[in-house]
């Protein structure tokens, strides 16, 4: 069975910084494109950030551009989000998920096959 465990939330005061771990098993990794979402309360899930497989191409959503790095490591089966600047507004639960598109930089929540059960990012102004 197939799981995906993020870890690495947590509270931070605005202007700082956390990088967000996701550990997946049962799964050939190294094949699979891997997306980061967030769902604030009250919202949807919005798209953050994926990674191709190979990791040699990524996309990121406008609003963490410059901000937010997504990176993985195929040999540990672990894809990283880097978050740099904190604003407020980031804070959300975020996901991570696994898509079998491979090659493909997928933004959509309909892509993934797979999803972690999330972790709570807090930011205070």
């Known amino acids: ?3 995906l465990v993020e870890s690495g939330g947590g509270l931070v005061q605005a202007g700082g910084s956390l990088r967000l771990s996701c550990a997946a098993s ?3 990794f190294r094949f699979y494109t891997m997306g980061w979402f967030r769902q604030a309360p009250g919202k949807g ?4 950030a994926t990674i191709t497989s190979s990791g040699d191409n990524t996309h990121y ?7 937010f790095t ?3 490591d195929n040999a540990k ?3 990283y989000l880097q978050m740099n600047s904190l604003k407020p507004e980031d804070t959300a639960v975020y996901y991570c998920s696994a898509s079998d598109y491979g090659s493909t930089l997928l933004s959509r929540s309909s892509s993934y096959n797979y999803w972690g059960q999330g972790t709570q990012v807090t930011v205070s102004s």
């Open 61 to 67: 959503a406008d609003s963490v551009k410059g901000r």
């Open 45 to 48: 899930r919005e798209f953050v």
């Open 1 to 3: 069975q197939v799981h």
């Open 70 to 72: 997504v990176s993985r």
């Open 77 to 79: 089966n672990t894809v």
């Open 26 to 28: 049962a799964l050939n």
